[in-house]
């Protein structure tokens, strides 16, 4: 038995089985598994058996999905296990969610939870005429980090030997070098990757601070200043995010122009600055919570204006997965449930252009793999275990 391939399995249901686990408590209260409620109705009987139940599927999910994994294992490969696992956590967990999102949402129909609410819709007008503006100084030191990487690809590149060692394969006890013919496009990906990021990294937080603002009606003052700070932190996370992957794209660059991939040590400060930006960055966007409302403000918490937000459930399909309100001119809006960040209103013709391009993409690309026109597989930058 590979005994990685079970650990990776292991550590994928644990972590999945987890991140559904907490799923529920990411959104506002007031939108638990995507149904809008009132926000009297957050502490209901109802939406807490509704999360109860939920909870106890998802961890039962996660013991039959580890123990499929591990009987698998033993009479198949281990790395062919883990794609029947991926797909039943994959299914399963999708299948819970629907389940939760169904009961809540008849449970908020029979006791006719809006009657007699006044409903609106707030916004705040000051982040239209006083934005949150982009973090430059958080932003251009990856784009420095790049052009550094690339300058100093520039003055190497003369000297490369003719083979680059790209990738190390550790199978079964044996670790096998994988190399490359040296060239422009085998020297330089990773500084390609570097200008990607820094590139799109402004254009990519104009977008998340100019889309809209997630406004509770029951308490605007408040939901503001913290969409506010949630700007402000998420901004300035992503750019720090974007540096740290930057500079572990830099070492990697490094590796393979110095012939030094099979270093273990140096292979792990390379992936470190990545990991612990990524983790970094989860960490304070789950503890901020979608669209900021768990960070503190000003404002008391029992602000009262006699309004509730709109019970707009009705734009929001797939078991408040998919959003589509051709009346709303916001083509990106706050997700709903099954995660954080935005979501694309495909009501929206911009949204729909977007959304049938990727679509047309994938089949494409799909199609060009199964005809052969395109050969599968490409060189691999890193480190491989098998």
Known sequence: MNYVWVLASTLLVATVTAAAWSAPALG?????????????????????????????????????????????????????????ASVLLAVGHTALHVRAFRALRAAKERGRWYEGKRQAVASDIGLRTDPVRLPWPWILPSALVAAGTAVAGAVLYPELPPELVVAVRHTAGETRIETAATSVWTAFPMVFAQALLSVGLPGLLRLLLRSRADIDAAAPHRSSEQYRRYLRISARCLAAAV?????????????????????????GLVLAPGVLGALGLLGVLLAAGQSGWRLRSGVPADEATGYVQRDDDRFWRLAGTVYVNREDPALWVPKRSMG??????????????????????????????????????GVLYGWELV
Do not use: C, E, K
């Not at 999360?51 to 013991?63: I, P």
């Not at 490094?254 to 012939?259: E, I, P, Q, Y």
């Not at 929206?348 to 597989?377: C, D, K, Q, S």
């Open 28 to 84: 506002r209260p007031t939108v638990p598994f995507g149904v809008r409620i009132p926000p009297d109705r957050a502490g209901d009987p109802a939406v807490a058996h509704v999360a109860d139940g939920y909870r106890r599927a998802v961890l039962v999910l996660g013991a039959g999905v580890l123990a499929a994994v591990v009987l698998l294992s033993l009479v198949l490969s281990p790395d062919i296990a883990l794609v029947p």
């Open 243 to 267: 540096l740290a992957l930057n500079t572990s794209l830099a070492g990697l660059a490094a590796l393979v122009w110095t012939g030094t991939m099979t270093d273990g040590v140096l292979a």
């Open 340 to 377: 954080i960040g935005q979501t694309m209103n495909l009501g929206h013709p911009a949204g729909l252009a977007i959304a049938g391009t990727v679509l047309a993409a994938v089949a494409l690309a799909g199609t060009l793999l199964l005809v052969g026109a395109v050969p599968a597989g």
